[in-house]
């Protein structure tokens, strides 16, 4: 039978350990939201794009008008270590579906990475706190003046990842390792119009400097998008949240 110094002593061990846990959880929860939002990084005449959002990141490579490369997937925060899995990689498309664990360090103004070559940092430009900041996938479309359902089929997927002040779609296939499209650039919402200001687009680099203007609400969740497309077709679209 244990006496009353032995337990004690058990009692603040458990203590300790149970102290140590609450600081590991909280160290991570800290992490993962400092690293939400959008980050950029110039290397020479490239400009790198990272946006983090409720579990999924996007990477984009630009320079100039000019489109390089994209790849992203989702991600968690293993103490000081961001641990990826790839959905898409424009430029190689045998990474998709790897996983990689990347060192990290995160400030209030900055993210230092580490790569093969050495450690990369990148300046916030947003901490991804906004209405419409979220990563969203297309769940209804309105259709001889109905809302219609959309129900994914197959495993193409097309994901609009929104931070505070920057967005990004993708159109993949993980499935097949496919990548179709990408655009993104800055945002802003306000008094129900939401308006894109696209500074990269892999499908066509003239559209970069271009801007769209839309109705925008949110209801009920939802994120409801109406106007007109690029190509000039009238669209209402309904967005639904992913990823929290």
């Not at 006496?3 to 909280?26: C, D, Q, W």
């Not at 990347?102 to 450690?119: C, E, H, K, M, N």
């Not at 894109?196 to 003239?206: G, K, L, P, T």
Request: proline letters at 2%; a positive charge.
């Amino acid at each position: 039978m244990l006496n009353v110094i032995e337990i004690e002593i058990m009692k603040s061990f458990l203590f300790s350990i149970l102290a140590l846990a609450i600081s590991f959880t909280t160290l991570k929860a800290q992490n993962t939201a400092q690293v939400k939002g959008a980050w950029q990084f110039n290397e020479g005449k490239k400009l790198h794009h990272v946006f983090f959002q409720d579990g999924f990141y996007f990477h984009t490579i630009q320079e100039g008008n000019l489109f390089v490369g994209a790849d992203g997937g989702s991600y968690k925060i293993n103490d000081n270590v961001i641990a990826t899995n790839l959905l898409f990689n424009s430029i190689d498309s045998t990474e998709v579906g790897t996983t990689k664990s990347v060192p990290f360090s995160v400030t209030a103004t900055q993210l230092s990475i580490t790569v093969p070559d050495g450690q990369v940092t990148f300046q916030r430009i947003d901490d991804g706190q906004a209405p419409l900041a979220g990563v969203w996938r297309i769940t209804g479309r309105m259709q001889n003046g109905k809302i219609t359902p959309i129900h994914q089929t197959g495993t193409r997927q097309t994901y609009k990842l929104l931070t505070g002040t920057k967005f990004q779609w993708v159109a993949i296939d993980p499935a097949k390792k496919q990548f179709s499209g990408t655009g993104g650039g800055s945002y802003t919402f306000k008094d129900g119009k939401y308006v894109e200001n696209i500074e990269f687009f892999s499908r066509d680099n003239s559209r970069v400097g271009a801007s769209l203007a839309f109705d925008g609400k949110l209801e009920n969740g939802d994120w409801h998008h109406s106007g007109l497309s690029s190509k000039g077709a009238k669209i209402y679209e309904i967005w639904s949240r992913i990823g929290k």
